[in-house]
Structures are given as C-alpha cells and as structure tokens.
C-alpha cells in the first residue's frame, strides 16, 4: 500500500523568506516521489521528482526537494519565496515495484505569499 | 515535450444530458490514463485508469455505467458523464504517463463541469 500526508493545510510566508512544505509517505517498496503545482481552475503542473540518486532533488523554478529515507519525507523547499508561487501544491508517491503507474497523492497545501 | 490537451476547459450541461470531455497527449503516446475528480479545495480522487484496447479500470465507488471512459488510441481517452446531475458538477482532471516511462504522470489542464 502506498501513501503520502501533508500535514500542513496551509502555509504562510513573506516574500523573500525560504518556503518549505511538508510531505511523508509510505510504501510497502521503493518510493518514487513527486511534487505538483495547481493554479486555480488549472491542472497539475510537474515541479520535480525523486527517483533514485542524489537526495537532493532540483526542479523547475527554484525549488527543490530532499529525500530522507529514515524519516520518510519529501519536504519541498524554496529558499527565497515569491508571491507567484502562492498556489495549492501536491506531494504524491507510487511504489516501485507496482504493476501500475497510479500515483497516491497528499491532501494539498495552500501557500500563501504574501508582499 | 510531454503536453496532455483537455477539451472542453469548461462546459454547462442541463440535468439528464450528456457530456463528453476529450484528453489527448500530443507529443508522445500514451498507452495507460487517468481520469481524476477534484472537489474544491480537495486533493485529486482517482476514478479510472483508462488502458487502450481494452476496458477501463474502475476505483471503488465510481459508477462505471456513469462515467464511461473510452481509449480509442493511443493519444486520446473520452469520459462521457451519462446522463448528467448536479451532484456530477466537479473538477475533472486526466493525466498520462509516455509508454514504457517510470517517472512523472502528466497532467491536462482540467474540465470544469457545472450541471444545471
């Protein structure tokens, strides 16, 4: 079975300040992990992912995300926050090996950037 | 690379019609999609995996006779809402993964469907 919970319904910050959003999941094997992005009334936009390799992960638009395995989280950061980032972002997991590719997703975060 | 299209972005139908929402990948081809509701301020739920050739997999709970997903080919999947009621109205997102990837899903822009 596979799972991820963001603990976090909401996030507030100031522009400029780092931004970081929480993410834990659980599988039964290996994680791949995911970070999405939704603007209103818009679909899922894909911000990075984490495989295998580096626990590091940098994706699109200055974010990144670290893999800790003993914690099991996926934290997405970003050290300076802008307010166009202020959106609904989704953490979500699919456990490899799985005869499918359906992803289990987070209930979401809403960040907040305020100027 | 990688762009799923969805047609309509949004759509207003009368009770008891039906409403027919196109998701296609445009640059790559797409052996498996998903078909997603979203509720307001609400993560996604999975409704169906649509696999080409063959039936779609339904998720507990989902109607199959309401909400029939067709795969014609490997580039576009249809969800018709069957005779449609407002309690249908919701966010629906598809999504798609290139044949023979491991990695991300792609998303389409999302239809909005609001039954009168």
């Known amino acids: 079975a596979q799972s991820v919970a963001q603990p976090e319904d909401q996030v507030n910050v100031a522009e400029g300040n780092p931004l970081t959003v929480k993410c834990t999941y659980s599988?039964?094997?290996?994680?791949?992990l995911f970070w999405y992005v939704q603007y209103p009334n818009r679909g899922l936009q894909f911000l990075l992912k984490?495989?295998?390799?580096?626990?590091l992960v940098k994706g699109s638009y200055g974010f990144e995300a670290e893999f800790n395995k003993s914690q099991t989280s996926f934290h997405l950061k970003k050290p300076s926050a802008l307010v166009s980032d202020s959106a609904l972002y989704f953490c979500a997991v699919r456990d490899f090996p799985s005869n499918d590719y359906k992803l289990s997703f987070g209930a979401g975060t809403t960040v907040t950037v305020r100027a | 690379g990688a762009v799923v299209s969805q047609h309509p972005s949004w759509v207003i139908c009368k009770s008891g019609t039906s409403v027919k929402i196109e998701c296609r990948s445009l640059?790559?081809?797409?052996?498996?999609m998903f078909w997603y509701r979203q509720f307001p301020k609400q993560s996604l739920m999975l409704m169906a995996t649509s696999n080409e050739g063959s039936k779609a997999t339904y998720e507990q709970g989902v109607e199959k006779d309401k909400f029939l997903i067709n795969h014609a080919s490997l580039t576009l999947s249809t969800l018709t809402v069957t005779s449609a009621h407002p309690e249908d109205s919701s966010f629906y997102i598809c999504?798609?993964?290139?044949?023979?990837?491991?990695?991300?899903?792609?998303f389409g822009e999302g239809s909005r469907l609001t039954v009168l």
């Open positions: 999504s798609a993964i290139p044949s023979g990837a491991t990695g991300e899903l792609f």
């Open positions: 984490y495989i295998t390799g580096d626990n």
């Open positions: 640059d790559f081809q797409a052996t498996t």
């Open positions: 599988v039964s094997g290996n994680p791949y």
